[in-house]
T-cell receptor
Framework: DTAVSQTPKYLVTQMGNDKSIKCEQN?????MYWYKQDSKKFLKIMFS???????INETVPNRFSPKSPDKAHLNLHINSLELGDSAVYFC??????????????FGPGTRLTVT | GNSVTQMEGPVTLSEEAFLTINCTYT??????LFWYVQYPGEGLQLLLK?????DKGSNKGFEATYRKETTSFHLEKGSVQVSDSAVYFC???????????FGPGTRLSVLP
């Protein structure tokens, strides 16, 4: 069974469109994340979320919004897509509660291309 | 704030060469330290970890020792293979501040 899964793997869309990327984890973790990886492989955290708090990286445009229907899912919704949003987006999860060592488990990534 | 610094890449080695990728960190507390590997077209995988000073993490022939006195966690492998070609990320988990920080990544290319 895949621990952290994302769909779709590839997403090609036009500027101005709205799109969503789905993420699911079956590890029972309490916290999920979204990262953006640019062409130079630099990882930028966008959000971290558990059932108590959402932490937003202040540099993330408000066109990006995480939506969590339950503890095992954290979807990423993007409004009014721009060329600069083209990147690979990774979902991850970890156990942050007492005793958790914080290591994160990553999904396979979604390559978003905006034309 | 917390930060992780890695040696700049790309690092290019011949097969069976010795590998060192340097990693140093800044943290307010006593972090756990990690190395992640990203193979082409894939997500990040946890390679090894160490949770306290002097711990040595090891996996798949890779090793790294948590050195508190030098705030370092250098990744080493005695004999690299072409299949080790990937991007390697050093990272820390600050349990006190509850945040996870990645380094910028180091690309390794191993030539046959």
């Amino acid at each position: 069974d895949t621990a952290v899964s994302q769909t779709p793997k590839y997403l090609v869309t036009q500027m101005g469109n709205d799109k969503s990327i789905k993420c699911e984890q079956n590890l029972g973790h309490d916290t999920m994340y979204w990262y953006k990886q640019d062409s130079k492989k630099f990882l930028k955290i966008m959000f971290s979320y558990n059932n108590k708090e959402l932490i937003i990286n202040e540099t993330v445009p408000n066109r990006f919004s995480p939506k969590s229907p339950d503890k095992a899912h954290l979807n990423l919704h993007i409004n009014s897509l721009e060329l600069g949003d083209s990147a690979v987006y990774f979902c991850a999860s970890s156990e942050r509660s007492a005793g958790g060592r914080g290591e994160q488990y990553f999904g396979p990534g979604t390559r978003l291309t905006v034309t | 704030g917390n930060s992780v610094t890695q040696m700049e890449g790309p690092v290019t080695l011949s097969e069976e060469a010795f590998l060192t990728i340097n990693c140093t960190y800044t943290a307010t507390g006593y972090p756990s330290l990690f190395w992640y590997v990203q193979y082409p077209g894939e997500g990040l995988q946890l390679l090894l970890k160490a949770t306290k000073a002097d711990d040595k993490g090891s996996n798949k022939g890779f090793e790294a020792t948590y050195r508190k006195e030098t705030t370092s966690f250098h990744l080493e492998k005695g004999s690299v293979q072409v299949s080790d070609s990937a991007v390697y990320f050093c990272a820390l988990w600050d349990n006190y501040g509850q945040n996870f920080v990645f380094g910028p990544g180091t690309r390794l290319s191993v030539l046959p």
